[in-house]
């Protein structure tokens, strides 16, 4: 049996990026997708529905109530329920650097879209999980938000503590009322976003030198630990922080 048979999941920033990868995994699990973005929706659609899977897009911009609570009531009305949130939308800008370098509108832009959009998202989905007999939250944190980064991004990491802190009082709050909460915690994965910021073997190997795997994650690797927290699988689990990061946190490598 397909593991979210029935389900129906909204998943915001899911045109591209681990958001898609997410959204393809899920719809090959039942789940009928919401493909949430600003824009540019039309090829994952398309390739889930070759698949054989079922998904819709709607046009959404995290940092906006109105466009998230417009998104939720498309899934409602489209698919009839919402049982899966996963807020995955996010950025890491490319100055966003240490506390007396990093502008305060990179911070602002960075906590608006990583904390405000995941707080919205639950906002407006939760009361339509609750109407559709309850769910499961995913919030996308990221293993810096249980350790500094090797190199600076204040603002990335201190919107991706915001979004743990978060994940564990929503899950505190509805543990009785039928909707989990988990944060999942990615370490560096080889994503377009990560990409750009390796641009030279001596950045690719400041960062690999951390990682006690020696490799980067692939986004399907972070798409399995999403669609665990959104099944029934990871069902007594609620208000926790999965960290997918090839053992870096585990055992933190200093370079010589």
């Not at 709607?58 to 009531?73: F, G, L, Q, R, W």
């Not at 500094?148 to 990335?156: R, V």
């Not at 400041?206 to 006690?212: A, E, N, S, T, W």
């Given at each position: 049996m397909?593991?979210?048979?029935?389900?129906?999941?909204?998943?915001?920033?899911?045109?591209?990026?681990?958001?898609?990868?997410?959204?393809?995994?899920?719809?090959?699990?039942?789940?009928?997708?919401?493909?949430?973005?600003?824009a540019?929706?039309?090829?994952?659609?398309?390739?889930?529905?070759?698949?054989?899977?079922?998904?819709?897009?709607?046009?959404?911009?995290?940092?906006?109530?109105?466009?998230v609570?417009?998104?939720?009531?498309?899934?409602?009305?489209?698919?009839?329920?919402?049982?899966?949130?996963?807020?995955?939308?996010?950025?890491?800008?490319?100055?966003?650097?240490?506390?007396?370098?990093?502008?305060?509108?990179?911070?602002?832009?960075?906590?608006?879209?990583?904390?405000l959009?995941?707080?919205?998202?639950?906002?407006?989905?939760?009361?339509?999980?609750?109407?559709?007999?309850?769910?499961?939250?995913?919030?996308?944190?990221?293993?810096?938000?249980?350790?500094?980064?090797?190199?600076?991004?204040?603002?990335?990491?201190?919107?991706?503590?915001?979004?743990?802190?978060?994940?564990?009082?929503?899950?505190?709050?509805?543990?009785?009322?039928?909707?989990?909460?988990?944060?999942?915690?990615?370490?560096?994965?080889?994503?377009?976003?990560?990409?750009?910021?390796?641009?030279?073997?001596?950045k690719?190997?400041?960062?690999?030198?951390?990682?006690?795997?020696?490799?980067?994650?692939?986004?399907?690797?972070?798409?399995?630990?999403?669609?665990?927290?959104?099944?029934?699988?990871?069902?007594?689990?609620?208000?926790?922080?999965?960290?997918?990061?090839?053992?870096?946190?585990?055992?933190?490598?200093?370079?010589?």
């Amino acid at each position: 049996m397909s593991r979210l048979a029935g389900k129906v999941a909204l998943i915001t920033g899911a045109s591209s990026g681990l958001g898609r990868v997410g959204a393809e995994r899920f719809a090959a699990e039942g789940a009928k997708v919401v493909v949430a973005d600003i824009a540019g929706g039309d090829e994952v659609i398309d390739a889930i529905a070759e698949a054989g899977g079922d998904a819709s897009f709607v046009a959404c911009d995290v940092t906006n109530p109105d466009s998230v609570e417009n998104a939720v009531a498309f899934a409602m009305e489209t698919y009839g329920g919402l049982h899966v949130l996963y807020n995955n939308a996010g950025v890491m800008l490319g100055d966003d650097d240490n506390p007396v370098t990093t502008s305060v509108e990179t911070y602002q832009k960075t906590m608006d879209i990583n904390v405000l959009g995941t707080m919205l998202g639950c906002k407006f989905a939760i009361p339509a999980m609750l109407a559709s007999g309850g769910g499961s939250i995913v919030n996308v944190a990221s293993f810096v938000a249980h350790m500094g980064a090797a190199t600076p991004q204040i603002a990335y990491t201190a919107s991706k503590g915001a979004v743990l802190a978060m994940t564990r009082e929503i899950a505190t709050i509805y543990a009785r009322q039928g909707i989990r909460c988990n944060a999942l915690c990615p370490g560096p994965i080889m994503t377009p976003l990560l990409a750009k910021f390796l641009s030279d073997d001596e950045k690719r190997n400041r960062r690999l030198v951390h990682i006690p795997m020696g490799r980067f994650g692939e986004p399907i690797e972070i798409a399995n630990g999403a669609l665990f927290l959104a099944s029934s699988e990871s069902s007594w689990m609620t208000g926790q922080s999965l960290i997918i990061d090839g053992g870096i946190t585990s055992a933190y490598v200093t370079p010589q």
